[in-house]
Structure formats: C-alpha cells, structure tokens
C-alpha cells in the first residue's frame, strides 16, 4: 500500500507570511498531483509535477518534486486570506490505472 | 467546456436503504475515478471504470458498485447504507491516452445517513 504523509496537518499564519507544505512518501510516483479544496466543494487541481527535481511556480505558489519522486513541497510566499483551504497532495504509482493515492491534507488558515 | 458534473449534491437517506450518484465526466474524458472523502480518513479510492469496464478497485466492500455508460457518465451505487457511509463522494475525470493524466474533480455529492 501506497502511503503520502502530508505536513502540517493544519496551519493558521498571517497574511504576508511564507510558508511550505510537505507530502513524504517511501514509494515512488510516476506523478504527483497538488490540489486545494474548499469547503462542501470538489478539490481543483493546481498543478502536476513529473520529472524529479521539476519546479514548477504558479504566481506565488512554488511546487517541487523531489529527485527521487518520492517527496514533493509546495511553497507559499506571501500568503494571502484568499490562499485559505484544504491542500491536498496526490500521487500516481508507475504503472497503475488513474488510480491517486492522496495525503491526509493540510488545513491552511490565512488570517487578514 | 463544461467540468465535471455530479448529481444531486445533497442526499439524505435512512440506514438500510440503497443510493445512487451520478457523475457526467468532461467531454472527451473516457475515465471516470470515485472517492469517498470523510474527515477521518481523508480522500480513499473506491473505483475506476474506462469504456464500461471497471478498471481498478479500492478497498471497500462489495455494497459499493458502479457502472459507467458508453457515453462515458458513470453512476455509484450503495446499498444497505450505514451511518459510516456519511461522506462527500467525489468523481473524478481523466482523458486517456496520456502518460500523467491529471484528474478533474467535480463538486461532490455530500450523503447524510441517518
């Protein structure tokens, strides 16, 4: 079984503070997938990354996948109240159907 | 183009009885994934059908199923509901034929069991 652990569970900061969440797994993914989620909705895919090493920058968010595709971060300059929600880690193993394995999610809070 | 769509969103239901959610995936979109989102568990697998077939399974018992349509919409159904069965049912999308297919989820149907 494919696990991701995902950290911080949750996250209260002010707007204008950095911040990264982490998704750690043992096993490898073809591709991971982050996305956020707000309440009562379905979660939006934000980006995907797939080569080791790959960054990838949306705006303020920075994604990274780690060389050994085990592990994945997403960074958070300048957090905004509007940046508030559920992210969600989500990878893929190699060779499986569109099955995701997801983290347990990080709880971010911006406070104005 | 439209994303994907799930209906109803809202659903109460009484212990013992059956439901069934649907899901219209985005056009061209041939992969339909479920999951079922509680706040204990998080985001878990159920299943994955492509082309009418189920491709892939998750862990969950067999009063849980599925179907998809030639037209690619897909319908969960769950039978002798229990409270635990409480949850936000999500459907997920995928065009097939790439090597990382990102998934689109629609909105959810959020099942109250009482």
């Known amino acids: 079984t494919q696990l991701l652990e995902q950290s911080p569970q949750f996250l209260s900061i002010q707007e204008g503070e950095n911040l990264t969440v982490y998704c750690n797994s043992s096993?490898?993914?073809?591709?991971l997938q982050w996305y956020r989620q707000e309440p009562g909705e379905g979660p939006v895919l934000l980006v995907t990354?797939?080569?080791?090493?790959e960054v990838k920058k949306l705006k303020r968010l920075t994604f990274q996948f780690g060389d050994a595709r085990k592990d994945s971060s997403l960074h958070i300059t300048a957090a905004q109240p509007g940046d508030t929600g559920l992210y969600l880690c989500?990878?893929?193993?190699?060779?499986?159907?569109?099955?995701?394995?997801f983290g347990s999610g990080t709880q971010l809070t911006v406070l104005p | 183009k439209a994303g994907v769509t799930q209906t109803p969103r809202y659903l109460i239901k009484t212990r013992g009885q059956q439901v069934t959610l649907s899901c219209s995936p985005i056009?061209?979109?041939?992969?339909v994934s479920w999951y079922q989102q509680t706040p204990g568990q998080g985001l878990q697998f159920l299943f994955e059908?492509?082309?009418?077939?189920?491709?892939n399974k998750g862990n969950f018992p067999g009063r849980f199923s599925g179907r998809q349509f030639s037209n690619s919409r897909s319908e969960m159904n769950v039978s002798t509901l229990e409270l635990g069965d409480s949850a936000l049912y999500l459907c997920?999308?995928?065009?097939?034929?790439?090597?990382?297919?990102?998934?689109?989820f629609g909105q959810g149907t959020r099942l109250t069991v009482v």
């Open positions: 997920a999308s995928s065009r097939e034929g790439r090597t990382n297919t990102e998934a689109f």
């Open positions: 096993s490898v993914f073809s591709s």
């Open positions: 990354v797939v080569t080791g090493g």
């Open positions: 989500a990878g893929k193993a190699s060779g499986s159907a569109r099955q995701l394995t």
């Open positions: 056009s061209g979109h041939r992969s």
């Open positions: 059908y492509f082309s009418e077939t189920q491709r």
